[in-house]
């Protein structure tokens, strides 16, 4: 019996998400008296993999199969599956990203498992009851969810856990193949487009967000919401009707119908906060609401707010962030 | 093809919230007046979204841009949602079915249109991303293992030629072009397609349109909702003056330490 983690790779490296998920599934395999193995999927080293014991994982499966270099869910799915089997797994951990939920879903049936996705806390674990807590109601409540089945899988939402890092521990990395076949690759990607960040800072990863919406004016504004998430190494996004008119691109849209995120910092900027917005970013840790209009929704669901043109703002918040240094 | 979605069961929720021990700093009352607002919006929204939206829109308009073809509606649910049924039915879908029985949890929903999905033969099935109330993000997996068929999810684009599908899926941080055989499931983003408002004749139509009601194939005791639960309440916003930007700055940094 043990736990076993998927770790989703890009780049040469381990996804920050997934240094949550390892060290999740390390605390689990604590919680149960057991250890955490890891499987990675994606493009990554065997040096970066076994840094992977600063998270508390003993043990790296890798398939350095190039054809598993991009999201392919079939070959995935099989990939993990052979892993939980010889591993003997009783409990899965992934990230709740689209990688990880697709994966876990269909792993869920494959393995006869219960599954928890957009999990928010450890599980409780009281002899035979297993219980995990969730996000539901895009993050304006919780449940409680048991898992009744031998197995069970875990997908942890990001930024619910912060990854440890135990310095000079390190996991054994083993080689691993499952028989993959060209029916396993039947989804595979014919080509991938990767949002340019220019060198900045990928919104779904992201710790720090500075968003704007309408109240922005305009596309050619922009390098006032760039200056100050350049400053604060944050992340960019924006408001669903800024990506309706296209003055930003579709993968930073967040609210209900985008990408949802939840990092330790949402600084809205000229963003009224629409329900459908508020469900994107009420997960998030400390918000923070830029808008002229004392009566906009947003400074209700927000920590800290001004009430002030955005223009006029903007370049003082990325001046004072300097001038922290 | 078939269109998997809108699942109103916010008021048998709210009855179920109701019923749980709400805990929380908010107090009961608080916490089911809170919970009870979200869930009242997030039907309205949910009514728009299924009659303008992504997988019952997209799915007829590949079957007029194709000639040919039928789109079918399946819910699984009590008799509550039919308003619901009906409302995707007036869009362009030609027929639906409704799977009598509370959507227990995502496995149960999953075997439901597994069965039925297989006993119809369809070529498509289009879902939503997950389902608004519970998040789950689930049952468009589970149905493509239980067929033994690839899912595609979440998909912003979808395009169809003979047995082809090319599709744009999201992945964190961009987007990959897949192209797969029918059958296949897909699970659609928005923006996958223009919103569509039904007209008059539509509406009228869809009162004739045959809705099937059948029973519920199977059981699930992979997971069951224990209680639920709300988060801490927000203290309050803390306001600034424009004139005191840099405080704020720097109440991130050693009252919020986020910086």
Known sequence: ?325 | MLVVGGRPTEAKLVGQIDSASIVGPAGKNAGRDSIGLVVDERVVQEVKGLQRGGAAARAIELKEAAGSGTVTVLNVGEADTEVIIRKAISIGADDAIRVNAFPKDAFFVAQQIAHYAKEGGYDVILMGKESIDFNGFQVHGMVGELLGIPTIAPALKLDIAGDTATLEREIEGGKEVVEVKTPFVVSCQQPMCEPRIPNMRGIMAARTKPLKVVEAIGQSDRTAVAQFALPPAKQGVKLFTVEQAADLVKALRTEAKVL
């Open chain 1, 1 to 325: 019996m043990s736990v076993l983690v998927v770790i989703e790779c890009d780049h040469g490296d381990v996804k920050k998400s997934s240094l949550e998920v390892a060290t999740y599934g390390a605390k689990v395999a604590a919680q149960l008296g057991t250890t955490a193995t890891a499987v990675a999927v994606g493009e990554v080293t065997a040096a970066n993999l076994a840094k992977l014991g600063e998270q508390g994982i003993t043990k790296v499966l890798h398939d350095a199969d190039a054809r598993l270099k991009h999201f392919v869910n079939l070959a995935y799915v099989k990939l993990i599956a052979a892993a939980a089997q010889q591993e003997s797994a009783k409990v899965l951990v992934l990230a709740n990203s689209n990688i990880g939920a697709t994966v876990g879903s269909r792993l869920a049936v494959r393995l006869e498992a219960s599954l928890a996705t957009n999990a928010v806390e450890l599980p409780t674990i009281n002899g035979a009851a297993f219980t995990v807590r969730r996000g539901v109601y895009s993050g304006k409540a919780f449940a409680d969810v048991t898992l009744m089945g031998e197995r069970k899988i875990i997908a942890v939402k990001k930024n619910s856990i912060e990854a440890e890092h135990a310095a000079g521990q390190t996991a054994e990395v083993v080689s691993f193949t499952a028989a993959l076949t060209d029916a396993d690759f039947a989804d595979a990607p014919k080509e991938v487009k990767m949002a340019s960040t220019e060198g900045g800072i990928l919104l779904p990863e992201a710790d720090k967000v500075v968003s704007g919406g309408r109240g922005m004016k305009g596309p050619e504004n922009w390098h006032l919401i760039e200056d100050l998430a350049k400053a604060l190494g944050a992340a960019t996004a924006c408001s669903k009707p800024v990506s309706d008119v296209d003055w930003r691109p579709h993968h930073e849209h967040v609210g209900q119908t985008g990408i949802t995120v939840s990092p330790n910092l949402y600084i809205a900027c000229g963003i009224s906060g629409a329900i459908q917005h508020l469900a994107g970013v009420n997960s998030s840790k400390v918000i923070v609401v830029i808008n002229k209009d004392p009566e906009a929704p947003f400074f209700k669901a927000a920590d800290y707010g001004i009430v002030g043109d955005v223009f006029e703002v903007l370049p003082k918040l990325t001046a004072a962030v300097k001038a922290l240094g």
